[in-house]
């Protein structure tokens, strides 16, 4: 049977002709299936490519984090309002592995004064920023203090909200 033939007999009902039956089988399994990709071989790729592309963006991110260094430890308290005579505040370095290694500490308060600074501090020494620094009331605002240590670099060692009472 040509190919004709066999479009000829496919019009025709299909109970009259039992060889048709079998052509149209051998058609059917002989004609080939277009996929692509398997979904196995797709399903792999996907979580290549997603590995890939975590292992991109972890780079990224660990390269901006990697500038990250070593901090001080320098232990601080504050004392606002000494006394009747000295109402300022005082600092005092407590200790900390390394407040030997202090340059210098400047001390800042918002919207109170400029930066006051006092060269190679020592431990246990009470520290005063007297009140004519401090002008007008009471004031409240954060207090930073920043140490320079002696390799050069620049730690904030207390940072707070303080109160200093007006002038007696």
């Known amino acids: 049977m040509d190919l004709a033939e066999f479009f000829t007999l496919a019009c025709l009902p299909i109970s009259l002709y ?19 990709v398997s979904p196995v071989i797709g399903t792999i ?8 592309l975590v292992a991109i963006v ?16 320098v232990g601080v308290t504050v004392v606002p309002g000494v006394n009747a005579t000295d109402a300022g505040f005082t600092f005092t370095l407590v200790g900390g592995a390394d407040a030997g290694s202090l340059h210098n500490v400047s001390a800042y308060m918002s919207d109170a004064f400029e ?24 004031v409240t605002g954060t207090l930073t203090l920043t140490g320079t240590f002696n390799d050069g670099s620049k730690y904030v060692i207390y940072q707070s909200q303080v109160t200093i009472p007006a002038d007696p």
């Open 18 to 36: 039992p060889d048709c039956i079998i052509q149209l089988f051998i058609m059917k399994s002989v004609a080939k299936k277009n996929d692509a």
């Open 45 to 52: 790729l996907l979580v290549a490519i997603t590995v890939v």
């Open 115 to 138: 930066d006051v600074s006092f060269d190679n501090p020592g431990v246990g020494k009470p520290y005063l920023v007297p009140r004519d620094v401090v002008e007008g009331g009471a």
């Open 58 to 73: 972890a780079a990224v991110v660990m390269g901006m984090v990697g500038g990250v260094g070593q901090s001080k430890t």
